[in-house]
């Protein structure tokens, strides 16, 4: 079983710092993804000099919309950084003009990347809130066909969810996303910008977040699935405190 962190590049040291952070967890967290994020200047691939590669994968996330397939640029950044794992992709609509747009689906841009480095992991993400069960694993699958073979969720937040998807990528190596939501506001957030429809014994609370995030721990080791953390506003210390990683 494996266990992934995702770090913000918001800034250098708030980036640092949770790398630091990271590494009091000992062994068991063996991968770092970090998210490409419009409005923040570091970009996700930048910091992987940061990153100590004997001890952790590194993987940068890429926005399909931030690419075109013409220039190969995403081919020259892999090149320099000597990546072995992408996360590849859709990119949100564009906020404002900071950066260009191009419309490039990241179904293409799996398969050119694929094809020009066939030894390189490719990752791609899945989103159980977005669609019907049955047409986003119809999704999964045409990922899987341009030639991506791990997928990251979006955070769960029922059990009855894993269980669902667990039957539906049996074989398919697949990390649950866990993010501990601590206020009604980001509660609303969810609800109203990723469409999460939260199960009715959900609270906006630690507790609650620490006894869930172990139930999913236990079921993910049990089907075969690994761990996504994405902590996003908690007490690090609070939080992982109390997560069983053994």
């Known amino acids: 079983m494996k266990f992934s962190f995702e770090?913000?590049?918001?800034?250098h040291q708030a980036f640092d710092e949770q790398y630091s952070f990271v590494s009091t967890l000992g062994d068991s967290i063996s991968m770092i993804n970090v998210p490409d994020i419009q409005r923040f200047d570091i970009r996700s691939w930048e910091t992987g000099k940061k990153i100590d590669r004997n001890k952790h994968q590194f993987v940068p996330h890429f926005r399909a919309t931030d690419f075109s397939l013409e220039s190969g640029d995403i081919f020259k950044i892999i090149e320099e950084n000597e990546l072995d794992h992408v996360l590849l992709v859709s990119g949100d609509p564009p906020e404002g003009i900071k950066r260009g747009f191009h419309n490039t689906s990241v179904l293409d841009l799996i398969r050119v990347v694929k094809q020009r480095f066939p030894g390189i992991t490719i990752h791609a993400g899945f989103d159980s809130h977005r669609n019907g069960i049955q047409d986003e694993c119809v999704y999964v699958?045409?990922?899987?066909?341009?030639?991506?073979?791990?997928?990251?969720?979006?955070?769960?937040?029922?059990?009855?969810?894993?269980?669902i998807y667990a039957e539906h990528m049996q074989g398919v190596e697949t990390f649950i996303g866990l993010s501990p939501i601590m206020t009604l506001s980001s509660m609303n957030y969810w609800e109203v910008k990723n469409k999460v429809k939260f199960p009715a014994a959900f609270k906006p609370e630690l507790e609650w977040n620490i006894d869930f995030s172990n139930k999913a721990i236990a079921m993910a080791r049990d089907i075969g699935f690994n761990i996504y953390f994405m902590p996003i506003k908690i007490n690090l210390e609070d939080f992982f405190g109390k997560i069983n990683l053994e």
């Open 7 to 11: 770090i913000v590049p918001r800034t």
């Open 141 to 163: 699958q045409r990922k899987i066909d341009a030639g991506a073979s791990s997928f990251f969720s979006q955070p769960f937040y029922d059990l009855r969810m894993i269980e």
